[in-house]
C-alpha cells in the first residue's frame, strides 16, 4: 500500500516506486487541456528541465460526498503492473495535495481513433491499418490480462495514437473502471459505455476477461466501418441490440473488408463468454496474419521497439459517472507517496476533440 510522507511543509506529495522515474521539476500555469466533469480535469505540463510535455489528470479525492483515494490507488496500480507494455500509457510522477491526486502521463498530439473511425475516405482508417493498431491494442490488453486486471471500458476515446499523421502506435488510456479478477472471487458490476459494454455486465452476471474481448470486437468494428453494432435511437434500444447481438455483417456495411476480418469480429461478438476468443487466440487468428499488397503483418511484441512517442492519456468523455464506489477488488500498489517541492508549468489546450454520443452506466 501506499505510504505518506510529510518530509517538507509544501502543498504537493509525489509518489516514486522502483518502477516509476526520478523526480521531475516541471511548472505550473492554469490553462485547462480537458475538462472532465467537476472530478477531474486534464492539464498539459512541461518538464522544467528538459522542456518535454506530458498529461496531467487531476483527480478530485472527494467526490459526491465520498472518499474515492482508493479508487484512484488502483488506477496508479493498474498502470503501474502494465508499464511493461508499450501500448498502454506510461505513468511517470503522481502528486498530492489536500484535495486531489495528480497523475503526471503520457502525452501526444496524435488524439482519439475515433476521428479516423468517423473519417471520410481518404483520412479513414484502411485494413491493413486496423490489422496493426489492432494487434497493438491486444498486446496492451493481453499485458493487463495477464496481471489480471480487466479495463471494462474500452472504445475509440480510450485508445489514442501518439501521432495522426503518419498514423503512430496506440496507447490504452483511462483506468478508471478497471478491476482485477481471479478465479477466487466474483466481481459483479453494471458499469460501461452502453454500445461497447458485454452481455455479461447487462445481466448481472460475472465479469471477465471475455468482458474486454466483447468491447475489442465492438472496437474493431466501429474502425473498419465507422459505423456502432449496437447503437440504438435511446439507451434501451442499445441495451436490447446488445444483449440480442444484434449485429449487421452484410457486405453493405462491410463492402471492401475480408472476410477474414469479419470473422475475427464474429469470433468476438458472442454472448457466451466463455465461447470468445481470448486474446492470445485474437493474436493468432488468420486475419492478423494477412501479409498482401493490402495488409502487413506486424512483428512480434519482444522484437518491436517501444514507441519514444507519448500520449494524451484521458478519455474525452466529461461524466461524474465514471466515479464508483470503492466495493471491488483492488490491484495491490507498491512505493509511497512522498511529499515533494515541484511545480507544474501548463501551456496551451489541446484542441477539443469530437464525442461519441453515449453516457457511461453506473
Excluded at 501526444?108 to 479513414?124: K, L, R
Excluded at 480487466?150 to 503518419?166: G, M, W
Aim: proline share 6%; aromatic share 6%.
Amino acid at each position: 500500500m501506499f505510504t505518506v510522507h510529510h518530509q517538507w511543509a509544501d502543498d504537493l506529495i509525489m509518489m516514486t516506486t522502483p518502477t516509476l522515474t526520478s523526480v521531475r521539476t516541471v511548472h505550473v500555469e492554469k490553462n485547462v487541456l480537458k475538462d472532465l466533469g467537476k472530478f477531474a480535469v486534464v492539464k498539459k505540463c512541461v518538464e522544467k528541465t528538459t522542456g518535454k510535455e506530458h498529461a496531467a489528470k487531476f483527480l478530485r479525492k472527494r467526490r459526491k460526498g465520498q472518499d474515492c483515494r482508493g479508487d484512484i490507488l488502483n488506477e496508479i496500480a493498474v498502470l503501474e503492473s502494465a508499464e511493461a507494455s508499450p501500448y498502454v500509457v506510461a505513468l511517470r510522477e503522481v502528486y498530492e495535495t489536500t484535495t486531489e491526486i495528480i497523475l503526471v502521463l503520457e502525452c501526444a498530439a496524435g488524439g482519439e481513433i475515433f476521428n479516423q473511425c468517423v473519417a471520410d475516405n481518404d483520412e479513414a482508417f484502411t485494413e491493413k491499418d486496423v490489422i496493426r493498431l489492432a494487434r497493438q491494442i491486444l498486446m496492451g490488453v493481453a499485458c493487463l490480462h495477464q496481471n489480471n486486471v480487466v479495463h471494462l471500458d474500452l472504445k475509440p476515446q480510450n485508445i489514442l495514437l501518439t501521432s495522426a499523421q503518419p498514423l503512430g502506435d496506440i496507447r490504452i488510456v483511462d483506468f478508471g473502471l478497471s478491476r482485477r479478477v481471479d478465479s477466487v472471487s466474483e466481481v459483479r458490476e453494471i458499469l460501461g459505455t452502453p454500445e461497447y459494454v458485454a452481455p455479461e455486465v447487462l445481466d448481472y452476471e460475472p465479469i471477465s476477461t471475455a468482458t474486454d474481448m466483447w468491447s475489442i470486437g465492438v472496437l474493431i468494428y466501429v474502425m473498419l466501418t465507422g459505423e456502432s453494432p449496437f447503437l440504438g435511437e435511446e439507451k434501451q434500444e442499445t441495451f436490447l441490440n446488445v444483449s440480442q447481438v444484434n449485429v449487421d455483417y452484410s457486405q453493405d456495411v462491410f463492402q471492401g473488408i475480408s472476410d477474414l476480418a469479419v470473422n475475427f469480429i464474429q469470433s468476438l461478438l458472442i454472448k457466451n463468454p466463455r465461447k470468445r476468443a481470448t486474446v492470445e487466440e485474437c493474436l493468432n487468428h488468420p486475419w492478423l496474419r494477412l501479409n498482401s499488397h493490402h495488409h502487413a503483418v506486424e512483428a512480434p511484441l519482444d522484437e518491436q521497439e517501444a514507441s519514444q512517442s507519448e500520449s494524451e492519456p484521458e478519455s474525452p468523455v466529461p461524466s461524474p459517472e465514471l466515479v464508483v464506489i470503492p466495493s471491488y477488488p483492488t490491484c495491490p500498489g507498491q512505493g509511497e507517496l512522498k511529499t515533494g517541492r515541484d511545480t507544474f508549468s501548463f501551456t496551451e489546450p489541446f484542441p477539443p476533440r469530437p464525442e461519441i454520443q453515449q453516457e457511461l452506466i453506473c
